[in-house]
């Protein structure tokens, strides 16, 4: 008798199939869960209540941290998102800090209009280390992103106001020896060329320990006021017809 | 057609065939065969999976770049569930499988590069879904809740208030008014107090100022009998239109919440 050792089976998944987006984060408000699809657990706190506006048009009180899915009018046609405003929403960083693709999908209740105003935050919850802020310049947004005592900044190229809804697309591009930022996307339904790329600076990395914030940069800062309805992260450089809708 | 959002149009030259993906999915009612009498209908109903093929013209430069295109149609399909979304209905989605690729060479000429892709896919539910979910406030009133041609199990938030809500209660009923269902739960809801009702997974959550509560103190302790709220079609009439409702009571206190759905078709 003999016997002999098989090869591993050419298929190794096991149970069923799930859904596997290809973005390293991706959140959709649409989905109705804080919760990432890529998994990450979300962390949504509100101290108090907080309105929102129903598919109906109807007011909607929602008590201490229960997400306000306010429906808006988006391109023309219903949609839900996340209403922020005391607000905070923040997942697991999971993702290295390399070349990457930022997207996030919303309507400017006034963030944009307030300078300092955090609208996107990746690091630390001090607001310390390296980091990557999306935030208000009191007409638009701006992109820092923070290595060390080095900052690479580029400005959104519109003047965003009070409620456009905005499509902010955020490339960071690494080399391998430095990085830097751009951001473009659309406001209110009209491209915005990507800016200028900011400084290339020294490439750092996240600090262990940080995550993905929306509406304030870190846990203590200014919160904003905006309605976001997708902030997703890709790997890549990706323009955002190729970022929109994917997965 | 767009998978997970994105397009394929970047591999193939052209879609030359989508099919299946246009026909009503109907239920199927289980019939039960009786001695010497007429069959009847039994208390089993399914839907068929439903299936979709697709025919892609593949016209790629060189062999070469007929396997590289092979490559990322492979990459793409084989990621489990794909959310497939066709043109004609962009606000829907059709989670399904991939469970075949065809290639088939034009003129039979391996040297040819140019191929005729067909992929199969299975829809398990063969349901569409809303891209956009619908939210509506809910009070003691009743709230009417437009759903789509198939039945919806919807997720609520039940909220607390300073005068605490006691053993509240979901109540769902038809367009005429009358009750289908009820979900009767027992406990004191207070200021920060919340439930999350999943209709779908049957699941309830309790959260104290934000925080998920577990254990003893879990949700599904409150619930105390009844059925989990379903919206279905037969209990609307759409050609009004008028709906099915949802409404909230309590022991004491007064109930506010909320409750969101996808569509499905």
């Given amino acids: 008798m003999s016997s002999a050792i098989l090869p591993p089976s050419a298929v190794r998944r096991l149970g069923v199939p799930t859904l596997r987006p290809t973005a390293v984060h991706q959140w959709q408000a649409s989905r109705l869960s804080p919760t990432a699809l890529t998994g990450q657990a979300a962390t949504l706190a509100r101290a108090g209540t907080g309105t929102f506006t129903d598919s109906g048009g109807g007011t909607v009180t929602a008590v201490h941290s229960m997400p306000r899915w306010e429906s808006r009018t988006w391109f023309g046609a219903p949609a839900v998102g996340l209403r922020l405003g005391t607000d905070d929403l923040s997942w697991p960083l999971d993702w290295p800090l390399g070349t990457l693709t930022l997207l996030l999908e919303g309507v400017n209740m006034g963030t944009a209009n307030t300078s300092g105003q955090g609208l996107v935050y990746a690091g630390l919850d001090a607001g310390t280390g390296n980091r990557l802020v999306v935030r208000g310049t009191g007409t638009t947004f701006a992109v820092d992103l923070v290595i060390g005592a080095n900052t690479s900044t580029a400005t959104f190229g519109a003047a965003v106001a009070n409620p456009d809804p905005v499509q902010l697309v955020v490339q960071v591009e690494d080399t391998g020896t430095t990085q830097r930022v751009r951001i473009g996307g659309t406001d209110a339904g009209t491209p915005v060329a990507f800016s200028a790329w900011g400084t290339a600076i020294a490439r750092g990395t996240f600090p262990s320990g940080s995550r993905l914030r929306l509406n304030r940069v870190g846990s203590a800062g200014a919160q904003g006021n905006a309605w976001v309805r997708r902030c997703a992260v890709y790997a890549g450089l990706l323009t955002l017809d190729e970022s929109v809708d994917r997965l | ?265």
């Fill in chain 2, 1 to 265: 057609m767009r998978l997970n959002g994105r397009t394929i149009t970047d591999l193939v030259y052209q879609i030359l065939v989508l099919d299946g993906h246009v026909a009503p999915s109907l239920p199927r009612t289980a019939v039960v065969s009786l001695a010497q009498a007429g069959g009847t209908f039994g208390s089993v109903v399914t839907v068929d999976p439903r299936r979709i093929t697709v025919g892609l013209d593949v016209r790629p430069t060189s062999l070469a770049d007929r396997q590289a295109i092979m490559d990322s149609l492979k990459r793409r399909l084989h990621r489990g569930v794909l959310e497939l979304v066709t043109d004609d209905l962009p606000g829907r989605v059709l989670p399904v499988v991939c469970d075949g690729v065809g290639v088939e060479l034009y003129t039979g000429a391996y040297a040819n590069p140019v191929v005729y892709v067909q992929v199969t896919f299975t829809a398990p539910d063969p349901s569409r879904v809303d891209v956009e979910p619908l939210v509506y406030g809910l009070t003691t009133a009743r709230t009417a809740c437009p759903i789509g041609t198939d039945s919806v199990a919807p997720r609520l938030w039940l909220y607390g208030a300073s005068t605490p809500v006691v053993n509240p209660v979901v109540i769902v009923r038809d367009h005429t008014g009358t009750e289908v269902m009820r979900l009767t739960l027992t406990g004191s809801l207070g200021a920060n107090d919340a439930l999350a009702i999943d209709g779908a997974t049957q699941q309830i959550d309790r959260f104290a100022s934000g925080v998920l509560q577990t254990g003893t103190n879990s949700g599904l302790g409150w619930l105390t009998s009844g059925r989990f709220p379903l919206l279905d079609p037969t209990d609307a009439n759409p050609d009004a239109p008028a709906w099915g409702t949802i409404e909230l009571a309590a022991t004491s206190g007064t109930p506010t919440g909320l409750v969101a759905y996808h569509r499905r078709w």
